[in-house]
């Protein structure tokens, strides 16, 4: 193994319209698609890619670099480079939980060439941008030459590296409804320096009913086999009357509903620990973001 | 393994080349174009020695497929200077000593070109924050952002003349 070169022989290709790249995926065996590189490469690097023939490019395909807001919300092209999103004043102050996670990930130089897709698509249970996403009741777009099908966020994810997407199939949008009502959002992060990938990240999205939570949603990176939506935790939250001791019970609710590993960024024990902490900062962060007292 | 012929401009010439789709674009940059100022670090996108600049935003390049790169306008830490002058964070890094073994120092200064492109005016939080995945192993960072600094305030002063 080096890092030097890449080892692999493949065929390049660079489809310039999505037809065109759906219809190679039919076609062609052992294709992988390359958007920013920042996962693929590194991994063909570490030669940890072992079935691929072809790299599509998929940078020649404008439609996917795009973002269109609605009414209902924001639809971004899985190809939108993280940088593009992060500096987007709208998407800031619609989805601040999603702006925040992406400014935390990686270098600027890395950024720049990232794309949010990729972030779902190398499905790491660490990825920083699955979370908001998740919590805001997102949805993936997901196309081949056989159709378009729309999956949520939240059920996306099968294992380490394992997504529900068909070897002909590849995602092509991300929407994002627009969160109604007095909204609060928080996304944090716990990582050795600031550029570094998590050893443990939360997402919080609430919305408030007066003195209670009205709606609330819930999400863990780097605690599970794949990004974790904590449902039912969340679900449990709905209706109750907001107070610093809810903060703490929720928090001990969910270090104690998780089951993470040891791993070489940092350990179960520490993982679960810190975890209570989190949640309660990050659910009153939230709550104070949404205007209750 | 397929070959194919791309188009760069490379410090302002245009450059045509043959490449294998395997090859990066740091490679080509040092070992066919002999722009050895942009090193080799880590090659997995981890340390920014290997920074350059695609028009105004700053990419590593040890990530780029040379031929995902065609049609490029890449800037490389000798195409900053013009006619032999420096440019005013070139100029910092060297009035402040913000270089010790200057390994790091093409892509810290790369770095600090975009950040300045983008924010001309940026505080100390804003250039840590930038440069933070630019490594420098001396741990020489002070000098670094307070050359940034130095360089920003130097070219708001041009600007205001």
């Known amino acids: ?293 | 393994m397929s070959k194919h012929t791309i188009n760069l401009t490379v410090n302002g010439k245009r450059r045509t080349l043959d490449v294998q789709s395997n090859e990066l674009l740091i490679d080509v940059l040092r070992d066919r174009l002999y722009l050895t100022g942009t090193k080799y670090g880590c090659g997995i996108a981890e340390c920014g020695a290997c920074t350059v600049l695609h028009g105004d935003r700053s990419v590593m390049s040890c990530l780029v497929p040379a031929v995902a790169a065609d049609g490029w306008e890449i800037t490389t830490s000798e195409g900053l200077a013009k006619d032999g002058e420096l440019t005013p964070v070139q100029e910092s890094f060297v009035n402040l000593g913000a270089i010790q073994c200057g390994f790091c120092t093409p892509g810290m200064v790369v770095t600090s070109t975009a950040l300045l492109r983008e924010n001309p005016d940026p505080d100390e939080a804003y250039v840590k924050d930038y440069l933070r995945g630019n490594f420098c192993r001396c741990t020489g960072y002070v000098a670094i952002v307070q050359a940034v600094l130095d360089a920003a305030g130097k070219m708001k002063g041009a600007a205001a003349t």
């Open chain 1, 1 to 293: 193994m080096n890092t030097k070169h890449i080892m692999k022989e493949y065929d390049y290709l660079k489809p310039s319209g999505l037809d065109e790249a759906l219809q190679i995926l039919s076609e062609k065996e052992k294709v992988k698609i390359y958007a920013g590189g920042t996962d693929l490469i590194v991994k063909l690097k570490m030669e940890t890619v072992p079935d691929m023939d072809y790299m599509m490019d998929i940078n020649g395909i404008e439609e996917l670099k795009q973002v269109e807001y609605t009414d209902e919300g924001v639809r971004i092209g899985a190809n939108r480079k993280l940088w593009d999103i992060e500096t987007d004043q709208r998407m800031t102050s619609l989805f601040p939980a999603l702006t925040d996670a992406v400014k935390a990930m990686a270098a600027i130089s890395v950024r720049n060439l990232a794309s949010i897709g990729g972030n779902f698509c190398n499905a790491s249970p660490v990825a920083d941008a699955v979370g908001p996403v998740m919590c805001y009741g997102g949805t993936l777009e997901i196309a081949s030459a056989r159709g378009v099908r729309k999956v949520p966020a939240k059920d996306f994810f099968l294992a380490p590296g394992v997504t529900v997407l068909e070897k002909d199939e590849m995602l092509t949008g991300i929407f994002i409804p627009t969160p109604k009502g007095d909204v609060g959002h928080a996304f944090t992060k716990m990582a050795r320096t600031k550029s570094d990938i998590a050893k443990l990240s939360l997402c919080v999205a609430l919305a408030r009913d007066g003195g209670r939570i009205g709606h609330i949603a819930m999400s863990m990176g780097a605690v599970a086999a794949r990004p974790l939506f904590l449902e039912e935790i969340s679900a449990g939250l709905a209706g109750k009357e907001m107070s610093e001791s809810l903060a703490m019970e929720t928090g001990e609710a969910v270090s104690g509903f998780l089951q993470p590993i040891d791993d070489n960024r940092t350990t179960a024990v520490y993982r679960k620990d810190v975890t209570k902490t989190m949640v309660a900062d990050a659910l009153a962060l939230a709550w104070a973001r949404s205007g209750g007292a």
